[in-house]
């Protein structure tokens, strides 16, 4: 069962199947948990490719460009939300997955399971489908949605915990990420950040590529972009304002650089995939 936005989105959807949803390029205004029991591949997410192997969650923010390719049997389940039906940021205390499981650009997107984990969410998965076969309840869905987020969030968190105690961290590339986080609206040149970090271009490069599995130009756009999206879902100003607050000498220009990168308008971006709750509650 499927119920929609005024849009034709999904407010929240369910679908289980054994064949791959992803083969071809696709973009959904909702935001996507691929629930993944069995099979191995690469998921590309916006042309950066991961690779995985089930059991594991893969997340993805809206109209983002989603691709999976895998080897072997792949049997999955893909919930989708729209915002207007549970928006994580104004739940950020209770599930606390924006900036972990979505909106993230250093971290992968997507988390292994082991069994019994896995068991667990495939528990919850198969009462959310009793629930759509049942009587629709929205209180009943938003609690489940819930409680998958907050337990992905829970296990994102110690998974990075643990990567931290056993990698090698890089100064230097926790240093981009820093001076990028403060200066990606003024700076948009790899060399930028290479002169402020005293080590050549083509070495930044090589070890963004290494650290982040992203070259610096593709953090530079990604980062731009996420704060568009951020403005353009979590506030009121319009495009023009947007535009302005992001330093770019025109709208026209702005909405150039986010189709360019996104493949949609500004405009559109924010038709399919709303505004926030949080932008009228901050009047």
Known sequence: MQKKTK?????????????????????????????????????????????????????????????????????????????????IETHREEVGCNGLLFNNIYIRPWIALDETTWQLFDQWIQQLQNEFDAVYSEMVMRSFLQLILAKSSDIKLQLLELEANVRVKDESMEQFRKLLDQHFLQLHKPMDYAELLHISTNLLSKKSLKYFGKT????????????????????????????????????????RFFKRHTRVSPQMFRKRGGISEIAYLSK
């Open 7 to 87: 849009w034709g989105n999904h407010l929240l959807s369910l679908e289980k199947s054994d064949e791959n949803p992803l083969i071809s390029p696709i973009r959904f205004s909702e935001y996507t948990l691929l629930l993944i029991e069995a099979g191995t591949g690469e998921f590309c997410i916006d042309e950066v490719a991961f690779k995985f192997s089930g059991p594991a969650l893969l997340f993805a923010t809206p109209l983002q460009t989603l691709q999976l390719d895998h080897q072997g049997c792949l049997s999955y389940s893909m919930l989708k939300f729209h915002s207007d039906f549970y928006c």
């Open 216 to 255: 610096p130009s593709q953090l530079i756009q990604e980062r731009l972009i996420l704060e568009a999206k951020k403005k353009l879902h979590l506030t009121n100003y319009s495009i023009k304002e947007i535009a302005f607050q992001m330093q770019f000498s025109d709208a026209y220009y702005f909405s």
